[in-house]
């Protein structure tokens, strides 16, 4: 079974600054992805940034980054120059294809603070 | 840019009646799910379809829940007697190919009183 732990409920950031959400996962598969997803405020969620279990490099998509530490099952986000439409609902989630489905954490809501 | 749509964006039911979500996933994805969400906390996995049949369900998508495809657009989720529990945001979603790259609806919200 899969599992994703985000232990960060709330965060805030001040505009212009960086901020980094947390992440965990636990998967017996060997082929995975790992996903962060936004949701703004009564909004669909979509993607924010992919990450392939079998790359070493962590990956990146303008302001956000990922610190992926496949040894420690982490998954942290890294938005850099925080905006104020950054503010909403991250997800992280974790995909393993022989499951077929894509398991999402508690998710972490994130304030940006003009 | 394609997306995915759903029918209707809020639906108050009452317990005991059966509901009807739709969904338009976008056209050449091959793989369709739906999620649902209560009071904007965790998203909870229900439903994956693939070629026409369930490829996986969760503990939550018991006997009162069905999905099918009843042709080559829509893809619907039906609950047959409502609880006051199914009270919740239902997500519909579609992949391309089988790796979590979600495109996700705007929700459907399903009020039973």
């Known amino acids: 079974a899969q599992t994703v732990t985000q232990s960060q409920p709330e965060m805030s950031v001040q505009e212009a600054e960086t901020v980094t959400l947390s992440c965990t996962y636990d998967?017996?598969?060997?082929?995975?992805?790992l996903f962060w997803y936004k949701q703004p405020p009564s909004r669909q969620m979509i993607l924010v940034i992919r990450?392939?279990?079998?790359?070493?490099q962590n990956a990146t998509e303008n302001r956000f980054s990922v610190n992926f530490q496949k040894a420690a099952k982490s998954f942290s986000l890294k938005i850099s120059d925080s905006q104020l439409g950054d503010a909403a609902m991250y997800f992280c989630?974790?995909?393993?294809?022989?499951?077929?489905?894509?398991?999402f954490g508690t998710g972490t809501l994130l304030a940006v603070q003009p | 840019e394609p997306e995915v749509t759903q029918t209707p964006s809020h639906q108050v039911t009452q317990m005991g009646q059966e509901v009807i979500l739709r969904c338009v996933p976008i056209?050449?994805?091959?793989?369709f799910y739906w999620y649902r969400q209560i009071l904007g906390q965790k998203v909870e996995f229900l439903v994956s379809?693939?070629?026409?049949?369930?490829?996986?369900k969760s503990e939550i998508f018991d006997d009162q829940f069905s999905v099918e495809r009843p042709d080559g657009s829509n893809f619907t989720l039906k609950i047959r007697s409502t609880k006051l529990e199914d009270s919740a945001m239902y997500f519909c979603?579609?992949?391309?190919?089988?790796?979590?790259?979600?495109?996700f609806g705007e929700g459907s919200r399903l009020t039973v009183l």
């Open positions: 989630a974790a995909w393993a294809g022989a499951t077929n489905k894509l398991i």
């Open positions: 998967t017996s598969e060997s082929d995975y992805y």
């Open positions: 990450q392939e279990a079998y790359k070493q």
């Open positions: 056209s050449n994805h091959l793989y």
């Open positions: 379809f693939y070629n026409n049949e369930i490829s996986e």
């Open positions: 979603a579609s992949d391309r190919v089988n790796t979590g790259e979600l495109f």
